[in-house]
């Protein structure tokens, strides 16, 4: 006589084992998917970033929308005394710099922030962009991309870090979230340069 509690073979029992074993196979292969997208888009990154500066940020000559004031890099940074800063490339015609524009506004209310407008127009036309999207950092303009390429800089938006001292920590390029803007520009900040 069979025993009346044990469940039927194939009943619910074994077909949650066999759906667990089912998901465990696919998750090792979404692991491997997962690892392949971090590695092409880490590639695509580095390829993209290949031609930024490294180590002591380049001697820049600047025009700062509204009024169009002559400055440079150094200067804009010595009013920032003892503190990582950051340079965000954008474009008033970018998607993705639009798509952006919030977080490096709340980011411009703990860190300072210095905007490059590329081939976005004169100073005039960035000033307006500027007013009209209530951008709260300054931003210097380079309507031909003369600047963003003496930068290295291909595609926007990027971003670039440097520490208190002036030397290029970190630099992106495509839509970075907030979290890693902060976390790069703590980390130039708080960790000295090796080297």
């Known amino acids: 006589m069979a025993d009346s509690t044990a469940p039927p073979p194939g009943g619910p029992g074994r077909k949650a084992a066999q759906r667990?074993?089912?998901?465990?196979?696919?998750?090792k292969s979404h692991l491997l998917t997962l690892a392949l997208v971090w590695l092409v888009v880490t590639?695509?990154?580095?390829?993209?970033?290949?031609?930024?500066?490294?180590g002591p940020a380049?001697?820049?000559?600047?025009?700062?929308?509204?009024?169009?004031?002559?400055?440079t890099l150094q200067d804009w940074r010595a009013q920032h005394p003892g503190r990582a800063v950051a340079l965000h490339f954008w474009a008033e015609w970018c998607a993705i710099?639009?798509?952006?524009?919030?977080?490096?506004?709340?980011?411009?209310?703990?860190w300072p922030v210095l905007g490059i407008a590329m081939q976005?127009?004169?100073?005039?036309?960035?000033?307006?962009?500027?007013?009209?999207?209530?951008?709260?950092?300054?931003?210097?303009?380079?309507?031909?991309?003369?600047?963003s390429a003496d930068w290295g800089v291909r595609s926007v938006p990027a971003l670039v870090v440097m520490d208190a001292s002036g030397?290029?920590?970190?630099?992106?390029?495509?839509?970075?979230?907030?979290?890693?803007?902060r976390l790069r520009l703590w980390w130039a900040q708080t960790v000295p340069a090796w080297g």
């Open 97 to 110: 710099c639009r798509i952006e524009e919030p977080t490096v506004a709340a980011l411009s209310a703990d």
């Open 167 to 181: 030397r290029v920590r970190f630099a992106t390029s495509g839509y970075t979230p907030g979290w890693s803007m």
């Open 43 to 54: 590639a695509v990154d580095a390829w993209r970033l290949r031609d930024l500066p490294r």
């Open 120 to 147: 976005s127009g004169d100073v005039a036309q960035v000033a307006r962009v500027q007013q009209q999207r209530g951008h709260p950092w300054p931003t210097a303009v380079d309507p031909r991309g003369q600047l």
């Open 58 to 71: 380049p001697a820049t000559a600047l025009v700062l929308a509204p009024h169009g004031q002559a400055t």
């Open 20 to 27: 667990l074993r089912a998901w465990a196979r696919g998750w």
